[in-house]
């Protein structure tokens, strides 16, 4: 009777804790959408009265019918060229028995180190009108068209390579785990490797590249760093540009804004409904007794075999050229990069730190003098506060988004049944697209009389940073909680049973035994979500304010601004250098993530012994040298 009275705080924290997970549902996720969906028909007319169906009415004989048909013929396109693309590179490296894989693999795998704004500015810093390849090609062919580089062609050509990476990561993985018995059966009974390729390999890897088409199709149709940059009228750029628009430049913009991502709802919706009824069906499977490590495979036939090379290393080029050009040149001066020549005489830091004054002649014939026009990436106020403001609100956002993901795992396993709402929460943003959700905060929390944030504008001054913190939690949370669930099943209930035996806490019980078991693969989330966020584009071109101006809206500045007026004149240069900035964080925590930290106990045991070992050697060297000194 004693205990039946005793406060249980254990009920207070689960009622606590599920009143949040409510609050944060109901208000940062499913209000604004609810509300962008209402403002489509809550429109009213030049007389001030409603009219339900005129946003429709002008969908169906305005402009608008050419976006969503841009974004669907761009996504359609993707899905054979990254497939092609993503899928041969991938054969090439992990299935055939090409030379130079290792070094192919990295060249391929470097859209892992740099995407978004930062990957095509590289590409534009290549093929731009005045880029280092077009200005070859126009003094060889001087009638040539400068302006090749734009609209579908470019977007198209520039989203097939940088979509790949999830092929790189996906698809290698599934061919690596393919079982070689199979494979060597079939090629005992006669089968050329091509024909083995079709019959035995691929129908077990339909899974993995069905659902790389959906990915791919899906990103195709969000896009929204190169078609704005490189000029072709898709979805997304058109929606942050009504959603900055008023009812005095055109008619309901906001509304023809909130139509357009509906329309990527609905189709993100129904893909995501299809991958999820094709993943519950049967699948070909590659298994036997003795599972046997695949083995590469020669290609017999002279031709192919030089035709696969060659196929190999010209992608390894397309890949390569960007990255390499890029570091070149952040090592250039401010002339060399405009002339787009390499001076190897003239190495210079400042496109990184340090500043120059710009001396140029003016109309009237005198020179006038700009200070610290040229200035590096950690030298220019600008670039530093957009670094330090990416740093922050990705840091923050990722550390939140799997805190708040971890306690839901913990729930869920432990109420299977009452947590299955709180799951499918979770995943809810994985239904929208990135654009409706920040274009429904903008929207909807642009005002003070919001009560679910006690009639705080969200959007006004520096509110807008917590607003953009949210939008990037949120957007993580479906992708933390496949990845931080996943780890949860590795944990045996006998050892959180004997916690519990020995007198153990729940809180004990969770940072003693359950946290240090997942905690190698919470921080590896953190890790992936923050190198997602760090150069994110999309979400901050929508939340656009000179309180929250994002590294990569630092980075698009740079192609506009460059020598205006005098000023930022080695903008290029220090857009190269951002992008190598944006190399070395992007590669080091890939590093932590796949190498160091996907390494399991034997594999760190050996490379701690290794580490002593050298550890030892350095210091009987530096031993022996101070013994000879003394002596």
């Given at each position: ?228 940059l490189l000029g072709y009228d898709s979805i997304n750029p058109e929606i942050v540009r009504l959603a900055g628009s008023s009812v005095a430049d055109e008619s309901f913009p906001q509304a023809r804004a909130a139509l357009l991502s ?107 003098t700009r200070v610290g026009s040229i200035s590096g990436v950690f030298s220019n106020a600008d670039t530093l506060g957009g670094i330090k403001m990416s740093f922050i609100f990705s840091a923050v956002a990722a550390i939140l988004a ?88 590795a944990i045996d209930e006998e050892l959180e049973d004997a916690a519990k035996n020995l007198g153990a806490s729940a809180l004990v019980t969770f940072l003693k035994v359950k946290l240090p078991i997942i905690l190698p693969s919470v ?109």
């Amino acid at each position: 009777m004693l205990n039946e009275k005793r406060f249980d705080s254990g009920k207070l924290l689960h009622l606590l804790g599920g009143f949040f997970f409510a609050y944060l549902f109901f208000g940062f996720m499913l209000l604004p959408c609810l509300n962008t969906l209402t403002s489509i028909f809550t429109v009213k007319t030049a007389s001030g009265e409603a009219d339900p169906w005129a946003v429709i009415r002008f969908f169906l004989s305005g402009s608008m019918k050419t976006f969503v048909w841009n974004s669907l013929k761009l996504a359609l396109c993707l899905v054979v060229t990254v497939n092609v693309v993503g899928i041969s590179i991938v054969l090439l490296t992990e299935y055939f028995d090409i030379k130079g894989a290792g070094i192919l693999r990295m060249g391929y795998m470097t859209t892992l180190i740099y995407s978004g704004v930062a990957l095509v500015t590289g590409y534009m810093f290549l093929y731009d009108s005045d880029g280092i390849i077009t200005t070859l090609l126009i003094n060889s062919f001087p009638d040539m068209n400068p302006n090749w580089f734009s609209g579908f062609r470019a977007v198209l050509f520039t989203m097939t390579f940088a979509c790949t990476s999830n092929h790189m990561l996906f698809l290698r993985n599934a061919i690596r785990g393919i079982d070689y018995n199979t494979v060597e059966a079939a090629r005992n009974m006669g089968a050329n490797p091509f024909k083995v390729l079709w019959k035995v390999v691929f129908p077990t890897l339909i899974p993995t590249m069905f659902s790389l088409t959906v990915m791919t199709f899906i990103t195709g149709l969000c896009a929204m760093s190169a078609p704005t940059l490189l000029g072709y009228d898709s979805i997304n750029p058109e929606i942050v540009r009504l959603a900055g628009s008023s009812v005095a430049d055109e008619s309901f913009p906001q509304a023809r804004a909130a139509l357009l991502s509906i329309i990527l709802a609905t189709f993100t919706i129904v893909l995501l409904t299809i991958l999820s009824s094709y993943e519950r069906k049967g699948h070909y499977l590659s298994v036997s007794k003795t599972k046997a490590k695949l083995q590469k495979q020669k290609i017999n036939n002279p031709v192919a075999n030089v035709l696969a090379h060659i196929y190999a290393y010209v992608l390894f080029v397309i890949y390569m050229t960007p990255v390499v050009m890029i570091i070149i040149f952040s090592f250039q001066t401010y002339s060399a990069i405009r002339l787009k020549t390499i001076d190897f005489s003239k190495w210079t830091l400042v496109n990184f730190i340090g500043q120059q004054d710009y001396e140029y002649l003016t109309a009237r014939g005198t020179y006038k003098t700009r200070v610290g026009s040229i200035s590096g990436v950690f030298s220019n106020a600008d670039t530093l506060g957009g670094i330090k403001m990416s740093f922050i609100f990705s840091a923050v956002a990722a550390i939140l988004a799997a805190v708040i993901v971890v306690v839901a795992c913990t729930y869920i396993f432990k109420h299977k049944k009452k947590g299955i709402a709180l799951e499918y929460s979770l995943l809810f943003p994985w239904l929208l697209p990135t654009i409706l959700i920040c274009y429904s905060y903008r929207v909807y929390f642009n005002s003070s009389e919001v009560w679910y944030v006690f009639g705080n504008n969200l959007y006004y001054g520096p509110n807008v940073r917590f607003l953009i913190i949210m939008a990037y939690t949120v957007v993580k949370l479906p992708f933390s909680l496949r990845m931080i669930k996943a780890a949860f099943y590795a944990i045996d209930e006998e050892l959180e049973d004997a916690a519990k035996n020995l007198g153990a806490s729940a809180l004990v019980t969770f940072l003693k035994v359950k946290l240090p078991i997942i905690l190698p693969s919470v921080l590896a989330v953190v890790a992936l979500n923050f190198n997602a966020l760090f150069t994110e584009y999309d979400m901050s071109a929508t939340f656009a304010s000179t309180y929250g101006t994002s590294y990569a809206m630092v980075i698009q500045a740079m192609c506009l601004e460059e020598g205006l007026y005098g000023y930022n004149v080695n903008a290029s240069g220090r857009r190269c250098a951002s992008t190598v900035f944006i190399m070395i964080v992007s590669g080091l925590i890939l590093y932590l993530v796949y190498g160091v930290g996907a390494r399991d106990l034997g594999e760190r045991l050996i490379a701690r012994d290794k580490r002593r070992k050298r550890i030892a050697r350095i210091k009987a060297l530096f031993g022996k040298k101070t013994d000879e000194v003394l002596a």
